[in-house]
């Protein structure tokens, strides 16, 4: 079965650290990306990839870095996470077709 | 660029009732389209998508949706609800290149009442 796997299901931070959130999938895709989920405003994007070392910003980049090193791998780096970070974040990938997602990550910032 | 407008945040119905979810998008190229489904506590799941071909699309569930390329709507329908069909539910919008990220409309809830 076809899959997108972030490392991940429940990650509890403290305030300053530097957080890594990994993403691998195993369908060749070429684009992948990174939303956060928060209730009442839905999904939204914080950066995509179209390519291996290629990324762009999304809606909502700042505090986020993140890092496509090899082509079925994503990460998304918090470079100092704060609490207003607190929250699910999904990470899908697709070949200009169906996207696949990921179960989600929920990250807690204290 | 592309947008993604679902009409109604909230969307109660009584069990056995027909429903419409609406969503209309905006782009300035070919897209594909699909609706998806967030049950409580779980991942996003595939309801149905359009690639090409018929506008008329059934997935999963009972669910079908009508692709309607002049008024930019691809509006999601069951005739008849299930309590079971309580979720939240995603209009999402991608070009057909795939150079684009993926666009979410904001979510409908929708609260099937017995």
């Known amino acids: 079965d076809v899959k997108v796997t972030q490392s991940s299901r429940y990650l509890v931070k403290r305030t300053g650290e530097k957080v890594f959130l990994e993403c691998v999938q195993d369908?060749?895709?070429?684009?992948m990306f990174w939303y956060r989920q928060d209730p009442g405003l839905g999904l939204r994007l914080i950066y995509f990839s179209y390519d291996v070392k290629m990324k762009e910003k999304g809606d909502i980049p700042e505090g986020y870095s993140v890092s496509r090193e090899k082509k079925e791998r994503f990460s998304l780096i918090l470079e100092s996470a704060s609490t207003n970070q607190t929250s699910m974040y999904l990470c899908?990938?697709?070949?200009?077709?169906?996207?696949?997602f990921g179960n989600g990550t929920r990250l807690t910032v204290t | 660029a592309q947008s993604v407008t679902q009409l109604d945040s909230q969307v109660p119905v009584f069990e056995e009732a027909p429903v419409e979810l609406r969503c209309n998008y905006s782009?300035?190229?070919?897209?594909?389209l699909f609706w998806y489904v967030q049950y409580p506590n779980q991942g996003l799941q595939l309801l149905l998508k359009?690639?090409?071909?018929?506008?008329l699309v059934k997935g999963i569930n009972g669910f079908e949706a009508e692709f309607n390329k002049s008024q930019t709507s691809f509006h999601l329908r069951k005739p008849s609800v299930h309590i079971s069909d309580t979720a939240e539910y995603f209009c999402?919008?991608?070009?057909?290149?795939?150079?684009?990220?993926?666009?979410f409309g904001s979510g409908t809830r929708l609260q099937v009442q017995p």
């Open positions: 782009s300035s190229v070919s897209v594909y």
């Open positions: 369908m060749d895709h070429e684009n």
């Open positions: 899908a990938s697709s070949l200009g077709g169906q996207p696949k």
């Open positions: 999402v919008v991608s070009d057909v290149a795939g150079r684009r990220a993926l666009t």
């Open positions: 359009y690639l090409s071909g018929s506008t």
